[in-house]
């Protein structure tokens, strides 16, 4: 089985972001860039199904700018075999991510398809499911748990008040949360083998896509502020403070 | 223009998250539907009919939609969309799950848990982990929109007397089956929707710590959270998370126990009407946030706390 894995670059989860002064969005100079933790994620379930003998390849795939091949690179880095960077400088929205992806699959024909379950830069929770759908497969989002049986996996999913156990047929889209597994450090030899692996490089004109965006950002700007608490110096005065100032508890 | 409201229900009740659906709904303006899709959901219908300025209810009582089976609940609102202008839905694992399809089958994006309704085609929305907003306005000839909880004020459950329709379109996909579902067996209000959330961080230093939490909340009627960190350190189940990645809660009083305060814990938790920090760190971030700080040790203050209550 042929497993296709999702990178997106986005700002390092680290990063404090600010807003810029103009409002135009949020301000990306000089900001560490890294693979979006969930796609980390992703990354790492699909090369332990290789590490089982599940899976045969990992394909990772990134879509955006050509300094996306550094994210691939770092999936390379983790174990996946071999990139392809869908080549863009347009502001890549989840539809068009998606009708790539469709592309690529009818290209690739992977048994199973993993994508993290959201990217924390525009948290839309939506990449995964479009390419589903499109791609008319079924679909297993917010994974904690994979197992892949004959034709088909079983996926346990995180829902709100617990978890939900699906089994879906294969190929399928499985979107990662947080405690499917967790992700290893990329080796120093690992780096370097990975600087020979292979990345195909494609546009959206070559996949027949048109991915102009849908979505128009009118202005960006910093959430409203809360104004400056206090300290209390003992647990009768805080009582006190939300009892009789707050007047939260009775 | 006509809004379809995809409800959030268990078969036999409407959640709540469904009546701020409608009030988002309310905010954009047109006349507004709601799709109860489930098996054996006619309570849900009845009381879906019953929520103030709806002016129909449809209801799609099939097998196949037992479970909301994305691809199944999905096929059937593509069905109905091109007779709405917006179809909307709570930003919930639910909504989060289907809608992206429903979109996708439609050609048209979805913009997701929008915070607030600047005009038709115009919405506010966080991102960056709520760390900015961003007003975005969609081409599209149908928007698809999931709404945030905690930011429109519910519209009131009763009142209202709309006319039922059973829908009869039925879509069984079959490329998913529903095994089993393990929902954790609430003694306390859902963190979703508790006025009152007491949630315990790293500093917890075990899950049997949690047992501190619990006894406030109990006298406080309190739910229970946690940060992503205390998920992570396997204290407790992910569906306490509270934050970026987790549940989105504004409760009137929320109370940080032993939590740093991390960008991604704050995202979850910083439209609360009132912040308590109680960290022993007072450089910790979370007292940045927090209309009332106390800096002590959680294994001391809290005791005192729960003593005082």
Same mark, same amino acid.
């Given at each position: 089985?042929?497993?296709l894995?999702?990178?997106?670059?986005?700002?390092?989860?680290?990063?404090?972001?600010?807003v810029?002064?103009d409002?135009?969005?949020?301000d990306?100079?000089?900001v560490?860039m890294?693979?979006?933790p969930?796609?980390?994620?992703?990354?790492e379930?699909?090369?332990?199904l290789?590490?089982?003998?599940?899976?045969?390849?990992?394909?990772?795939?990134?879509?955006?700018?050509? /300094?996306?091949?550094? #994210?691939?690179?770092t @999936?390379?880095? %983790?174990?996946a075999?071999? !990139?392809?960077?869908?080549? &863009?400088d $347009?502001?890549?929205?989840?539809?068009?991510?998606?009708?790539?992806?469709?592309?690529?699959?009818?290209?690739?024909?992977?048994?199973?398809?993993?994508?993290?379950?959201?990217?924390?830069?525009?948290?839309?929770?939506q990449?995964?499911?479009?390419i589903?759908?499109? /791609?008319?497969?079924? #679909?297993?989002?917010? @994974?904690?748990e %994979?197992?892949i049986?004959? !034709?088909?996996?079983?996926? &346990?999913? $995180?829902?709100?008040?617990?978890?939900?156990?699906?089994?879906?047929?294969?190929?399928a889209?499985?979107?990662?949360?947080?405690?499917?597994?967790?992700?290893?450090y990329?080796s120093?030899?690992?780096?370097?083998?990975?600087?020979?692996?292979?990345?195909?490089?494609?546009?959206?004109?070559?996949?027949?896509v048109?991915?102009?965006?849908?979505?128009?950002?009118?202005?960006?700007?910093?959430?409203a502020?809360?104004?400056?608490?206090?300290?209390?110096?003992?647990?009768?005065?805080?009582?006190?403070?939300?009892?009789?100032?707050?007047?939260?508890?009775? | 223009m006509?809004?379809?409201?995809?409800?959030?229900?268990?078969?036999?009740?409407?959640?709540?998250?469904t009546?701020?659906?409608?009030?988002?709904a309310?905010?954009?303006?047109?006349?507004?539907?709601?799709?109860?899709?489930?098996?054996?959901c006619?309570?849900?219908?009845?009381?879906?009919?019953?929520?103030a300025?709806?002016s129909?209810?449809?209801?799609?009582?099939?097998?196949?939609?037992?479970?909301a089976?994305?691809?199944?609940?999905a096929?059937?609102?593509v069905?109905l969309?091109?007779?709405?202008?917006?179809?909307?839905?709570?930003?919930?694992?639910?909504?989060?799950?289907?809608?992206?399809?429903?979109?996708?089958?439609?050609?048209?994006?979805?913009?997701?848990?929008i915070?607030?309704?600047?005009?038709?085609?115009?919405?506010?929305?966080?991102?960056?982990?709520?760390?900015?907003?961003?007003?975005?306005?969609s081409?599209?000839?149908?928007?698809?929109?999931?709404?945030?909880?905690?930011?429109?004020?519910?519209?009131?459950?009763?009142?209202?007397?709309?006319?039922?329709?059973?829908?009869?379109?039925?879509?069984?996909t079959?490329?998913?089956?529903?095994?089993?579902?393990?929902?954790?067996?609430?003694?306390?209000?859902?963190?979703?929707?508790?006025?009152?959330i007491?949630?315990?961080?790293?500093?917890?230093?075990n899950g049997?710590?949690?047992?501190?939490?619990?006894?406030v909340?109990?006298?406080?009627?309190a739910a229970?959270?946690?940060?992503?960190?205390?998920?992570?350190?396997?204290?407790?189940?992910?569906?306490?998370?509270?934050?970026?990645?987790?549940?989105?809660?504004?409760p009137?009083?929320?109370?940080?126990?032993?939590?740093?305060?991390?960008?991604?814990?704050l995202?979850?938790?910083k439209?609360s009407k009132?912040?308590?920090?109680?960290?022993?760190?007072?450089?910790?971030?979370?007292?940045q946030?927090?209309?009332y700080?106390?800096?002590?040790?959680?294994?001391k203050?809290?005791?005192?706390?729960?003593s005082?209550?």
């Open positions: 089985m042929k497993v894995v999702t990178v997106k670059r986005v700002v390092d989860y680290n990063v404090n972001v600010r810029l002064s409002n135009t969005g949020v990306l100079n000089n560490k890294s693979v979006n969930f796609d980390e994620i992703a990354i379930e699909a090369v332990r290789k590490e089982a003998g599940t899976a045969e390849e990992v394909v990772v795939v990134s879509i955006g700018t050509s /300094a996306c091949q550094e #994210q691939i690179r @999936a390379l880095a %983790l174990g075999d071999r !990139g392809i960077l869908v080549e &863009t $347009e502001d890549m929205q989840p539809l068009a991510i998606a009708k790539c992806m469709k592309a690529l699959i009818e290209k690739e024909q992977p048994g199973l398809i993993i994508t993290g379950k959201q990217a924390i830069d525009d948290d839309n929770s990449t995964g499911q479009m589903a759908a499109l /791609a008319g497969l079924s #679909q297993a989002t917010f @994974a904690s %994979l197992v049986g004959d !034709g088909t996996a079983t996926v &346990t999913r $995180e829902i709100d008040g617990g978890l939900e156990t699906i089994t879906v047929k294969l190929p889209i499985v979107t990662t949360d947080l405690r499917l597994n967790e992700p290893r990329a120093l030899p690992n780096i370097m083998k990975a600087k020979k692996k292979p990345i195909d490089t494609y546009t959206p004109a070559d996949l027949g048109e991915v102009a965006p849908r979505v128009k950002t009118l202005k960006v700007t910093p959430p502020e809360r104004k400056a608490g206090i300290i209390v110096e003992t647990v009768e005065e805080l009582v006190d403070k939300l009892k009789n100032e707050a007047k939260v508890i009775s | 006509s809004i379809l409201v995809v409800a959030d229900h268990d078969n036999d009740t409407i959640k709540a998250s009546l701020v659906t409608v009030a988002a309310t905010a954009i303006g047109g006349d507004i539907e709601v799709l109860v899709a489930g098996e054996n006619g309570a849900a219908g009845e009381a879906a009919s019953k929520i300025g709806v129909k209810v449809l209801v799609a009582d099939n097998a196949a939609y037992a479970h089976i994305a691809e199944n609940i096929a059937l609102v069905e969309g091109p007779n709405y202008s917006h179809i909307l839905t709570a930003t919930t694992t639910t909504g989060k799950n289907f809608m992206p399809r429903v979109a996708a089958l439609l050609d048209v994006a979805q913009i997701s848990d915070s607030a309704v600047v005009s038709e085609d115009t919405f506010e929305r966080p991102i960056y982990a709520g760390n900015a907003i961003a007003t975005v306005q081409s599209d000839s149908i928007k698809v929109l999931t709404v945030r909880g905690t930011a429109f004020d519910p519209v009131a459950a009763d009142g209202g007397s709309a006319a039922i329709e059973a829908v009869d379109v039925v879509t069984d079959g490329l998913t089956t529903w095994d089993r579902d393990e929902i954790v067996k609430l003694e306390r209000p859902e963190l979703t929707a508790a006025s009152i007491v949630s315990g961080g790293r500093g917890m230093q049997e710590n949690f047992a501190l939490l619990e006894s909340a109990d006298k406080l009627g229970i959270g946690a940060s992503r960190a205390a998920v992570d350190a396997g204290f407790v189940p992910n569906d306490m998370q509270v934050g970026q990645t987790g549940k989105i809660v504004a009137d009083l929320y109370i940080a126990v032993g939590i740093s305060g991390a960008i991604q814990h995202a979850g938790m439209d009132v912040i308590v920090a109680i960290n022993k760190d007072e450089d910790a971030p979370i007292f946030v927090a209309d700080g106390l800096v002590a040790d959680l294994f203050a809290v005791p005192e706390l729960d005082m209550l």
